[in-house]
């Protein structure tokens, strides 16, 4: 026979409800569920399931929505690269890799919503999976990155063997080469590198541990470190070559100025863009833990993850060949400005 508190003489209280904290109320310390792999905000219940109580964040909703644009956007890129033979190139080479690498993040974020509040009974290794497969689509990212940097200086420096020594075969290889590490990052956490059974290692970018976060945000500005070190010498180079020009023909160097301005002011955009998307995401990660309010975490998160939302449009709407592709797809017909423009190293 149940006996009440009333029964047993002793007062009645009413017993508190296990209430689900949105993101950004509270300190943060509960195991966070999303996102995951690439930026770890969130809180859910005990057990994994961030949507058990029916409540779906809206900071969620938006990185959900964030991926799906990423996703369909860099599908349009890769579908134009792959169906026109004219664009062949290396650049273009590498411009596929970072849309690939940018559409596996979309369709990361996608998964990690999906894992969070549509997935019963809770997985971790399906949790595990879908953060590495955003560890692995992000790192890919950032190196698709530095390699179009890389590309475009050697473009410049050697650009008398430049076409002869960048062939499109040793361009597969380094892009196959580049893949293979950053899949190998993805697969850390489903080989242990994870905080899962010791929620006080957790940092922001569950389940990364901290030390693993802190390494990877170092790693992270290192490298673009070396991007901007690489962007102040293409600048260097391109303007020594306008200068050589300049004193030889006139209208020569009108049009060299024309590319050389067109191509730093797309480097230019692209890591701009990039920089003020991911630093303030990578210098948070490496100095706070999991007891900090989610809300920064998710605030810095989306504009990082808006990144890979950002890079299809400054390539399709900047890039003549692409934009060439994208007109006959569309409409069957090509404007007489792109038409008669030629193609240039400077275009990417």
């Not at 999303?34 to 409540?55: N, V």
């Not at 006139?250 to 301005?261: D, E, G, H, L, N």
Request: proline letters at 7%.
């Amino acid at each position: 026979m149940l006996h009440s508190p009333a029964a047993m003489g002793e007062p009645w209280q009413p017993q508190p409800q296990q209430q689900q904290r949105l993101p950004g109320l509270g300190n943060g310390s509960e195991p966070s569920a999303w996102p995951s792999a690439a930026g770890g905000p969130g809180t859910a219940a005990p057990g994994g399931g961030g949507g058990a109580g029916g409540t779906v964040s809206p900071w969620d909703i938006a990185l959900c929505a964030t991926g799906t644009a990423v996703a369909g956007e860099n599908a349009l890129v890769l579908a134009v690269l792959f169906y026109t033979p004219s664009l062949r190139a290396p650049m273009f080479l590498l411009i596929g890799s970072l849309a690939l690498a940018d559409l596996l993040a979309g369709l990361g974020l996608v998964a990690n919503f999906a894992v969070r509040y549509l997935l019963r009974p809770p997985s971790e290794a399906a949790e595990l999976g879908a953060a590495g497969l955003l560890l692995a689509a992000f790192s890919a990212s950032v190196c698709s990155l530095l390699a179009i940097t890389v590309d475009r200086y050697l473009s410049l420096y050697n650009a008398l063997t430049y076409h002869s020594e960048r062939t499109l075969g040793f361009t597969c290889a380094m892009v196959l080469l580049m893949w293979l590490l950053c899949l190998g990052v993805g697969l850390l956490p489903l080989l242990g590198w994870n905080c899962l059974r010791d929620q006080s290692a957790c940092s922001i970018l569950r389940p990364v541990t901290k030390d693993n976060a802190a390494v990877l945000a170092v790693t992270f500005l290192l490298l673009f470190a070396l991007m901007m070190q690489l962007y102040l010498q293409i600048c260097k180079i391109a303007f020594r070559h306008a200068q050589q020009i300049a004193v030889q023909h006139q209208f020569i160097a009108t049009a060299q100025a024309t590319s050389t301005r067109k191509g730093l002011s797309t480097l230019s955009l692209i890591l701009g863009t990039f920089a003020l998307c991911w630093i303030p995401f990578a210098i948070y990660s490496l100095v706070a833990d999991s007891s900090y309010p989610v809300v920064y975490t998710y605030s810095l998160a989306l504009p990082a993850t808006c990144n890979s939302l950002i890079n299809p449009i400054i390539y399709a709407f900047r890039n003549p060949d692409i934009q060439k592709s994208l007109w006959l797809a569309c409409c069957g017909c090509i404007p007489s400005t792109l038409s008669s423009r030629p193609r240039t190293s400077s275009d990417v």
